[in-house]
């Protein structure tokens, strides 16, 4: 966490209302670039402590806070500290097994070097059939300028970042942070945070792998993010909102921390697509068998077969949400039916350019067709926030 940081933290515990600012209390280590890597940081109003580990602030209420790292923490560095276990409602255990489940299943990839999911830019080495138990590299030639994403939904989502270069934005729920290190790296200073520490640490190290410094990662829960008001002048989210209960009282909270011609850049499940589902099982079925007899097997993990504990819960308040309270720039609906039909018959026919670009064109003509059957997964969206 870098030390201008601290200028828009707030405490996260000091109650509804209550704006206590932070303070750097203990440096352990801290990188030349201002970085703090080890460090305490104190509420000046509660006079909580948080602590900063491997440069990731964990800035989280009492009833969330990883108590067995707290102590493991003090203890490294020879602290005399008064540690909180508040204990957890079942709510709370879910938003923590959920951020454990997620952190588990980004480890997956991070360990067999598929850095894809962490970054937009990284291709061709995404093993896109990793979870059907086949781990071969991805070279297909795929056209798209930022990573998974249509030509058009990328440039619906980031063609205008640029415009915001030296603003400040905020990516919620970010997982690996894909959006955030994408807006980074076209000059946005960025502020990521996930309730999942294992997430947002491999997301940092993956960024500062690339040199990437202008974006910093917490610790924290969309519920209760640990922020200045009218900071932000860019709200980032993908695949983040459907996750969160309450999301209409989470999104009031969000928007206190947007200036008031704060940008919003979102990427959404909104619903399932039963049709798509079924054509593309079918074309899967086959497919992954012969690409399983094709290349290596690997051991397909357990994390990522599961859902999360809160999948879906709130798909569908995102879009009206979302219209309610920003103006629409640009936005559409995808299924991203034509990639991965593309994908499926690229590795299922060993790696055939000319078969894959083929497969691609049909998949897109069967995709339009689809859409227009109403049928709908994905929902992305730029807005400008409303007036008043």
Known sequence: MFRETLAI???P???EGTSSPLSVSRVFHEAGDGELIDAILSCEGCARWFRVEEGIADLTRDELREFDRDRAFAERHGCSLGIRNAGRSAADQRIVDE???????????WDVGDRSIFDLRVKGTHPPLFIAGVLEPDDRDRHRRWGIFPNRTGDLLFG???LLAEKRGVDVGCGGGQFGLEAAQQGVQMTSFDPSFEEVRLGRQHARQRGV?????????PANPPFRAGTFDL???KDALHHVPDLEQVFERLLELCTEDAIAIIHEHIMKAQLKDKLLRRIATRAVEKSRRRYARHPI???LLQDSANEDVSSHHIKPLL???FECIDSADDLFFAGDVEMYIHFAFGKRRWLSRLAYAAGFAGEKALLLMGQRQHFSFTGRRRKG
């Open 323 to 325: 219209l309610k309270h």
């Open 160 to 162: 205008g970042l640029r």
């Open 235 to 237: 709200l980032m989210a």
């Open 13 to 15: 515990c000091c109650g």
């Open 213 to 221: 410094s202008n974006i910093d990662y917490l610790r924290a829960e």
């Open 9 to 11: 933290l707030r405490c």
């Open 301 to 303: 993990p357990q994390e």
């Open 99 to 109: 951020g454990d489940h997620w952190g588990r299943f980004m480890r997956r990839f």
